[in-house]
C-alpha cells in the first residue's frame, strides 16, 4: 500500500468515527501495527497480543527498526529537527518493508503510537503518519508510553508470566533520557519509587563517552574500551548509594570523570581505565540500589529494560545477584532494549486491558 504521506496532511486529525471503538475477542487476542519515533529510531512491529493481564504473551511477527546513528553522530547527539526531517522520510519507507499486503492489513486489530516521552517534533511525525495510516486503513489508534514500553520490553522473550511465582517484581529503566525504579504489584500495577534527579544514565555513558574522545552513542562504546581497562583504576564516587531512598543521581560522577582527566594524557590505557572505573560506579549504584528494593518490597524478579540494559556487565551484575537471591531476572532481549516498536505494542496492549487512554498528542515530558 501507498505512503499515508501521499495523502495531505491534516495534522491535529483525531481518528474518530466507527473505528474508534475497539472491541477484542475474548481470548484478549490483538494484532497490533506499533509505531514508534520518540528519538532516532525509525521504528514499526507486527505482534500478535494474548493472554490478558494474566498471562501476557507476545509474538513479534515483524520488527523493524531503522537507526538515525549515522545522520546525528557526526553532531555527537540527537537533533530534533533532524530527527523530524529523518523521521517524515524513513516512515513510508519502513512501513513498506514490512510487506503488509492487503489481507495482512485487514487482519490487524490496532495500531499503536508512541506519544511520549521524547523530542516533540520527532513525536508528532510518529502521531500523525500513525493517524493517517489509522483513518486509511479503518483502524482504532492507541498511544503508548515510551517508558512502559521499556519496562515491559522483557515479556516480548518471556514464554509464560506465572504471575504468582514472579510478582512482585522490581523494575529498572535504564536509557538515555530516563532512570527509574519501581515496585510492580501486578503487571499493571506498578508504583514508581525513585527516579534520577539530573542525568540518566545512558546520558552520564554518553557525556563521558564526549569527554573520552569516544562517537555517539557512547554506551557502546565505553563498554568496548572498558574491556581492556582495570574498574579498580580510579575510585570514582558512587552518588546516592547508602540513601534510603531510591533516586539516583549521575551528573556527579560525570564531573568526578570530567577533573580526573584535566591533567591526563588520554592514552589508550588511560581511557580504559576510566571507562572501566565510570562503569563500574555507575553499575554498583544501579546494581545496589535495584537489590534494596528487593529486599524491602519481597520481590521475586527484576525486570530490565531499556538502551542500558544492553550493558553486558549490568546485566551479568543483576543476574549474578538475582541468583544469590534466588530470584528471576526478566531483562529485554538485547534486540528489544533500545529503541523498537515491538514494545510499544507491549504497552499499548497492557493499557487497554487496563482501561488507560492516553491522549493522542506528543507528551515530550510525559512520565511514569
Ligand atoms: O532506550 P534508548 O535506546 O533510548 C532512550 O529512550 O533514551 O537508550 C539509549 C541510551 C544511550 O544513552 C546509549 O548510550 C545507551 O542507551 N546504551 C548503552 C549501551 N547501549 C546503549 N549504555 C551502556 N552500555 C551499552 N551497551
Ligand atoms: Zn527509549
Known amino acids: 500500500m501507498g505512503s499515508p504521506?501521499?495523502?495531505?496532511?491534516?495534522?491535529?486529525?483525531?481518528?474518530?468515527?466507527?473505528?474508534?471503538?475497539?472491541t477484542i475477542s475474548s481470548a484478549n487476542t490483538m494484532k497490533i501495527l506499533s509505531i514508534e519515533t520518540s528519538c532516532d529510531e525509525t521504528a514499526m512491529a507486527v505482534v500478535v497480543a494474548k493472554g490478558g493481564l494474566r498471562k501476557p504473551r507476545f509474538k513479534v511477527l515483524k520488527n523493524i527498526v531503522s537507526s538515525q546513528i549515522e545522520v546525528h553522530r557526526p553532531y555527537g547527539?540527537?537533533?530534533?529537527?533532524?530527527?523530524?526531517?529523518?523521521h517524515i522520510k524513513n516512515l513510508p519507507i519502513v512501513l513498506n518493508d514490512l510487506k503488509l499486503s492487503e489481507k495482512n492489513m485487514k487482519e490487524i486489530d490496532v495500531i499503536a503510537v508512541t506519544v511520549g516521552?521524547?523530542?516533540?517534533?520527532a513525536l508528532w511525525t510518529g502521531i500523525n503518519f500513525s493517524k493517517e495510516l489509522a483513518n486509511k486503513v479503518k483502524k482504532p489508534l492507541l498511544g503508548a508510553n515510551h517508558l512502559e514500553g521499556h519496562l515491559y520490553s522483557p515479556l516480548l522473550t518471556l514464554?509464560?508470566?506465572?504471575?504468582?511465582?514472579?510478582?512482585p517484581a522490581v523494575g529498572l529503566i535504564v536509557s538515555?533520557?530516563?532512570?527509574?525504579?519501581?515496585?510492580?504489584?501486578?503487571?499493571?500495577?506498578?508504583?514508581?519509587?525513585?527516579?534520577?534527579?539530573?542525568?540518566?544514565?545512558?546520558?552520564?555513558?554518553?557525556?563521558?563517552?564526549?569527554?573520552?574522545?569516544?562517537?555517539?552513542?557512547?554506551?557502546?562504546?565505553i563498554e568496548k574500551v572498558a574491556k581492556n581497562g582495570n574498574p579498580?583504576?580510579?575510585?570514582?564516587?558512587?552518588?546516592?548509594?547508602?540513601?534510603?531512598?531510591?533516586?539516583?543521581?549521575?551528573?556527579?560522577?560525570?564531573?568526578?570523570?570530567?577533573?580526573?582527566?584535566?591533567?591526563?594524557?588520554l592514552t589508550k590505557k588511560v581511557r580504559a581505565d576510566v571507562a572501566a572505573s565510570f562503569q563500574q560506579a555507575a553499575?554498583?549504584?544501579?546494581?545496589?540500589?535495584?537489590?534494596h528494593a528487593v529486599e524491602e518490597y519481597s520481590a521475586k524478579s527484576i525486570f530490565l529494560g531499556g538502551g542500558v540494559a544492553a550493558n553486558s556487565l549490568l546485566r551479568k551484575t543483576l543476574k549474578k545477584k538475582a541468583v544469590e537471591k534466588r530470584l528471576e531476572l526478566h531483562v529485554s532481549e538485547m534486540k528489544y532494549s533500545g529503541d523498537n516498536a515491538a514494545m510499544i505494542a507491549v504497552a499499548a496492549y497492557i493499557n487497554h486491558l487496563k482501561g488507560k487512554k492516553l491522549r493522542i498528542t506528543a507528551q515530550a515530558n510525559l512520565n511514569l
Not at 117 to 121: F, R, S, V, W
Not at 159 to 167: F, G, H, I, Q, Y
Not at 188 to 204: M, N, S
Open 159 to 167: 514464554k509464560e508470566l506465572d504471575k504468582n511465582a514472579r510478582l
Open 117 to 121: 516521552p521524547g523530542l516533540e517534533p
Open 283 to 291: 553499575i554498583d549504584v544501579l546494581v545496589t540500589k535495584t537489590m
Open 176 to 221: 538515555g533520557g530516563h532512570t527509574i525504579l519501581l515496585v510492580l504489584k501486578k503487571i499493571d500495577e506498578w508504583k514508581k519509587i525513585g527516579e534520577t534527579r539530573d542525568d540518566a544514565v545512558g546520558e552520564a555513558y554518553d557525556k563521558v563517552a564526549r569527554m573520552l574522545g569516544m562517537p555517539y552513542p557512547g554506551g557502546p562504546e
Open 5 to 22: 504521506f501521499d495523502a495531505p496532511l491534516t495534522k491535529g486529525l483525531l481518528v474518530a468515527g466507527p473505528f474508534d471503538k475497539l
Open 77 to 86: 547527539g540527537v537533533f530534533p529537527m533532524l530527527a523530524k526531517r529523518e
Open 232 to 265: 579498580s583504576a580510579i575510585h570514582f564516587p558512587r552518588p546516592m548509594i547508602h540513601h534510603k531512598n531510591y533516586d539516583f543521581s549521575f551528573s556527579g560522577l560525570k564531573t568526578a570523570v570530567l577533573y580526573d582527566i584535566r591533567d591526563k594524557k
